[in-house]
């Protein structure tokens, strides 16, 4: 962290405890737990630069708590970029280019096979789109 950084992210961290709602929850005894909840860390000095931005935006009630390096779109099931990949690559490397092919092999890949591609979880999915560049 750069001198400037450094320096950026004490004037953020000053921002926070001087904020009202800082000081209110602090008063009520849940600031560390409004921390742990919505950052996963239980004080404010932990945060990188980019979660204390966050959390002044949350504190002014213009934005919802964000953990660094997590997406919403990280959970759940397979994009439908990731379902047109597998299914192009199926389409481009099988010998036998049925569905029911494919969900075969993505059995063997992963262990259990989806009614549709639909259901493949992003992880699994990215494990086909890996096991299809390898034929």
């Given at each position: 962290?750069?001198?400037?950084?450094?320096a950026f992210r004490?004037?953020?961290?000053?921002?926070?405890?001087?904020?009202?709602?800082?000081?209110?929850?602090?008063g009520l005894d849940?600031?560390?737990?409004?921390?742990?909840?919505?950052?996963?860390?239980?004080?404010?000095?932990?945060?990188?630069?980019?979660?204390?931005?966050?959390?002044?935006?949350?504190?002014?009630?213009?934005?919802?708590?964000?953990?660094?390096?997590?997406?919403?779109?990280?959970?759940?099931?397979?994009s439908s970029k990731?379902?047109?990949?597998?299914?192009?690559?199926?389409?481009?490397?099988?010998?036998?280019?049925?569905?029911?092919?494919?969900?075969?092999?993505?059995?063997?890949?992963?262990?259990?096979?989806?009614?549709?591609?639909?259901?493949?979880?992003?992880?699994?999915?990215?494990?086909?789109?890996?096991?299809?560049?390898?034929?």
């Open positions: 962290m750069t001198e400037g950084q450094k004490k004037n953020l961290l000053a921002k926070v405890h001087q904020h009202p709602f800082c000081k209110e929850a602090k849940t600031w560390n737990h409004f921390l742990q909840n919505g950052y996963g860390v239980d004080s404010s000095a932990k945060l990188s630069i980019g979660e204390l931005l966050n959390l002044v935006e949350v504190m002014n009630s213009k934005s919802e708590p964000r953990i660094s390096g997590t997406r919403e779109s990280d959970i759940g099931y397979a990731q379902i047109y990949v597998i299914d192009t690559l199926w389409k481009d490397k099988a010998r036998d280019k049925s569905d029911l092919a494919l969900r075969k092999f993505i059995k063997r890949t992963i262990k259990s096979m989806p009614l549709h591609l639909s259901n493949l979880s992003k992880i699994d999915a990215s494990r086909v789109i890996t096991a299809l560049k390898r034929i």
